[in-house]
Each structure stands twice: as structure tokens, then as C-alpha cells.
């Protein structure tokens, strides 16, 4: 619900800029340019989905159930180089750094007893995204990105009930409007991120308690998901 209404709100403020009238334009030929750059700052929330496969501890019978059970905010921080296609289509790259938290509570189905993981990931990301403008109006264009980005991971999680692998690589969804000031342009982005990869390690040598395999092995896969509110610069 959250989700939704972030959207609606940022849709909102979209067609309200859209339906004012005309006024003068601010850079009006700074969209012509081959290439141009920037940077972003932003705010984020990591997630990840879980999926149990319900495995029983053969050692101590034990059944245990992982979820993620709470969100903390995060920041995200990056540059934009940008390749004009033609009017409508540009291709973007947009190195950047996140880092945020999630919280991951290990349920034992029989005990009732819970385990918590705080989960601290530190991602540096090389996005690469098209993005369609819509026809600009006033100094207000607004549009929409698809892209992939690769990722990799900073942090080991060592002798941790968990570890995530070093890789992972998003799906990335995205919506903005470029508003045009007198001196730059100034660019609010939504970006929703969709894991492809499973991010869960199954190999723990790093584990000098081997029972602790029983959280890992009660997870059949898992996928990290996160949201992106940026500011871009350009």
C-alpha cells in the first residue's frame, strides 16, 4: 500500500506540472546535446524474498523459517552519463554505490524460538538503462527507464546465519521528470529493482559452527529487491 501510494503521489505531481500553462523555457537546447552528465544522491529500502523449503534439521529435528520482518533506509549515491539516441530515446550508465539494511528474522516452527539477523549490504552497481522521454512541456518532461544492473556485494557476512553471494544483478524499473531550472536540471526518479539472481550462499566454510547450517538449509532460494528515490543533477 506504501508502494502504491509513493506512485500515485509522484504520478500526481507529474500531471500537475503538465497541466500549467506555457512559460518560458529554461535551457531550452540542453537535450541536444550528444552526451551529458551528472550525478545522483537518493534514498533507498533493500528487501529480499524468501522462499523455505521446510527442511528438518536431522541432528536436533528442529524446522526453521526465515523472513525479512524489518526495513531501515538507506542512501544511495552515483554519477550519470547519458547517450542521446534521438529525440525520445537515450541510453544511460549510472555507476553507484548503496547502502542499506534489512532485518531477517529465523523462526523455529516447533520451539517458537526466534534467531534475528541484522543484515548489513553494501552494493556497488553499474546499472546501464534506456529511457523514453515523453514530449517536453514547459520545463517539465516526464519518463519512464528499463535497464539491468550488475552488482556486487562489499560485505563477507562471515559466521553469520547468512551470507550473500558477491554477485547479484537486478531488473530495474524506473520513473522520473526532468525539470528544467534556469542553471541545470533537477531530476526526481522513482526506480524499482527486481532480483534475477539467487543470493543466498549455500557453501558456509567460513562457519567454524557447522550447526549453524540449519538456517541456510532451510532456505530453498531467495532474491533481494530494492526501491530508489534519486535526485539526478545534470
Known amino acids: 500500500m506504501k508502494r502504491l501510494l509513493s506512485i500515485i503521489i509522484f504520478l500526481s505531481l507529474c500531471l500537475n506540472a503538465l497541466a500549467q500553462k506555457e512559460r518560458i523555457m529554461n535551457k531550452p537546447f540542453i537535450d541536444n546535446r550528444k552526451l551529458h552528465w551528472g550525478f ?69 516452527n516447533i520451539s517458537g524460538r526466534d534467531t534475528i539477523q541484522s543484515m548489513r549490504t553494501n552494493y556497488i552497481g553499474l546499472p546501464v538503462s ?39 544483478c537486478y531488473l530495474e524499473v524506473g520513473m522520473g521528470c526532468d525539470i528544467y531550472l534556469p542553471y541545470f536540471k533537477l531530476i526526481p526518479e522513482l526506480k524499482f529493482c527486481f ?21 541456510t538449509n532451510g532456505v530453498e532460494s531467495s532474491s533481494s529487491n530494492m526501491i530508489i528515490l534519486s535526485l539526478y543533477f545534470e
Open 130 to 168: 534506456v529511457k523514453f522521454s515523453a514530449p517536453r512541456y514547459n520545463n517539465f518532461r516526464p519518463y519512464f527507464t528499463l535497464g539491468m544492473a550488475p552488482t556486487f556485494c562489499l560485505n563477507n557476512h562471515n559466521q553469520e546465519a547468512f551470507k550473500a553471494k558477491k554477485f547479484d
Open 40 to 108: 545522483f544522491f537518493g534514498l533507498n529500502i533493500m528487501d529480499m524474498e524468501i522462499k523455505n523449503n521446510g527442511a528438518i534439521d536431522p541432528a536436533t529435528g528442529e524446522q526453521w523459517f526465515a523472513e525479512v520482518n524489518r526495513h531501515q533506509p538507506g542512501f544511495s549515491v552515483g554519477v550519470l552519463g547519458a547517450w542521446r539516441l534521438n529525440k525520445y530515446f537515450e541510453l544511460r550508465l549510472t555507476p553507484s554505490m548503496h547502502f542499506g539494511q534489512k532485518v531477517i528474522k529465523m523462526h523455529e
Open 195 to 215: 532480483g534475477l539472481i539467487d543470493i543466498i550462499s549455500k557453501q558456509r566454510n567460513d562457519l567454524l559452527d557447522q550447526s549453524m547450517m540449519k538456517f
